[in-house]
């Protein structure tokens, strides 16, 4: 994202602040789109496809959506599985490990030097990651494809780190711009007018 327009965006409101912040150094996705299924994992796939926009006109984090490659296969670097299949590679989260989850998406896969759980700044990561969280209001529900989460809603992302967080990969291995796409991290906040989507993405 240009200098200019960063600045804009960020001067626009705390949220898009917040979320520039976080994740704008790494290779990462968020974008919220409308919630407009009951099953919200319809949503939550439009979003992936770029098929919506934010409802609140807010920033969206997504380095890939003008890759020309994309017309073949429009949710690079996802390769989401058909809707019936996730309910057995998303697990529900509390909000306090949604929040973690979100934090150390900030870190990277295989050559992070400062994991978030020991940075100076770990406080003000994870409030960051609260204000992106809070948009989603008090009875939002999250759900992560991260194995860790199977038998425990409330694991310690900060603690494992990035690189100790194994999941189920919604990744494609196409081949593109000399990238291998390895490992992924998600994040989904549900509520009855909005999906957000986050994802941290491996590749080298």
Known sequence: MGGLLQEFRSDRCPWNAAAIRLLDDVYAFAATGPRR??????????????RVR????????????ALVTRWGLPTYPF???????????LYPLEAEAAHGALAV????????PRPVRGR??????LADARTLLDRYGP???FWTNAR???????PDFVAAGLRGTASHTFLTPA???????FDDLGLIAVTDEEVGVFWSIGAY
């Open 105 to 112: 998406m900030t870190e990277e896969w295989q050559s992070e």
């Open 79 to 89: 390769a989401p599985p058909p809707a019936a299949d996730w309910p057995g590679l």
């Open 120 to 125: 100076p700044d770990r406080d003000a990561v």
């Open 37 to 50: 299924h009951e099953d919200w994992v319809h949503d939550v796939l439009a979003v992936m496809h770029r």
């Open 148 to 154: 860790a989460a199977a038998h425990d809603p409330a």
């Open 54 to 65: 934010d409802p609140r006109g807010w920033v969206r984090l997504d380095g890939d959506r």
């Open 175 to 181: 081949y593109i711009r000399g990238l291998d796409l």
């Open 139 to 141: 009875t939002a529900r």
